[in-house]
DNA sequence: AAGCCGGTGATTTTCGAAAATCCCCCTTGC
DNA sequence: GCAAGGGGGATTTTCGAAAATCACCGGCTT
């Protein structure tokens, strides 16, 4: 792996979680501090994750982590039902046994983890990730895997602003949701599953709305 | 204008347009010399292009224009059809009157174009996109907006490998299904213009796959 | 006192060379 | 004859400095 992917990673990593707050300026000095290397490989990733709208980019002004707000999250829901509903029904419809292995394997390992409790955040985050992905797995469908993994990131973004997500669990059984979720979809019912994975996404906006911070969001700089 | 952007411009129209073949190696010593400039803009170019599909990129081994085949031109077609209906839908709920006065304008200014003939085929180009664009332009949605962008630049890239899109005439009325398409969204009957719209796509993914030349996409490399 | 102009320092952007890596072909050994 | 190993050249990747641009501050004019 070259320094530049390693870069990439690094920051989309550090942009989602929130090291990086939203709307900071991201100056070359500080990166090439933070990450060790020069300017080059650190220019590259930025560029990738222009294009991913995770930073943004003044012409001769430089990058700064791309700000959030209520008006963006509502978008980034509305789109991600959009695209994993009809990924769902494709994987729905054209799905084999790898896939309803995948997704029996994914809610296993993430039910697990999400019993442990408090500190395995980053475990946690990426089972949840796994777990999504493996329900539209089958779409077969580069595009709506590509759409996902971009509209999943931002809306990372926004629950990680969320009082540090803990623990959504406001009157919420989330692990409940998944299971219905999966459920519904390896008996095949698409307009159900499709129905519960719409549900899910409508009360995790809920919840990050009532518990958004716009102080966390730095000023235009 | 950084040289980043001036790169990011004109490797996109080039990879659009097909002067740089589909599968084709991306030299850095080759593109600074077209290109006219260091390998730092080009980079940052290609990297931002990677992001959108339009080059691959391997470690180490540098970039090459993406490919083509006639299975992803099938996904493309699909994604296109799922984004923009619902971009028109939403529309079409929300569009004023600046909306439907920019799809009127649009329509008028790429019929002028196309009963030109032959010779404008970069204009014909640029108001096809602006009408298209125009037809969702008030769905208010960045991330609708931003996938239909990537999703029309991919489908034009199978268009010109089809016989330079020498009037896709064959039996269609291309101007005739852009005037009813206008007329059913400004008739907000939302469902007629969905059908039309994504009918439209089908017809011209029908065309590209009849005329298609996979000896147009280069080797492996 | 308010507004405009110019200079200085900070920051981004770009270049060209150095370092690292890969590809191809030739040699060598079995 | 064929596979494995190694060397030379081409190519990508990365660095650090130079060039270009911007932002801020003080002084000057009206």
Redo the contacts between chains.
Sequence with gaps: ??L??TAYYALRRDIITGALAPGLPLRMAMLCERYGMGM?PL???L??L????LVDAI??KGFRVAPLSLA?LA??T??RI??ET?ALRLSIAKGGDAWETGIVGALHALSLQSQRGEGAGEALEQRHHAFHLALIAAC?????L??FEK?YAESERYRTQSLTAQRAAHGRDIDAEHRAMAEATLARDSDRAVALLAEHYRRTEDFVVAHFQPAASARRA
């Design positions: 792996m070259t530049a992917d080059s220019r590259e990733a560029n990738r222009q294009a991913e709208r012409s001769l963006e978008d980034t509305q789109a959009l695209i009809e077969d469908s580069r595009w709506l590509g759409f509209l």
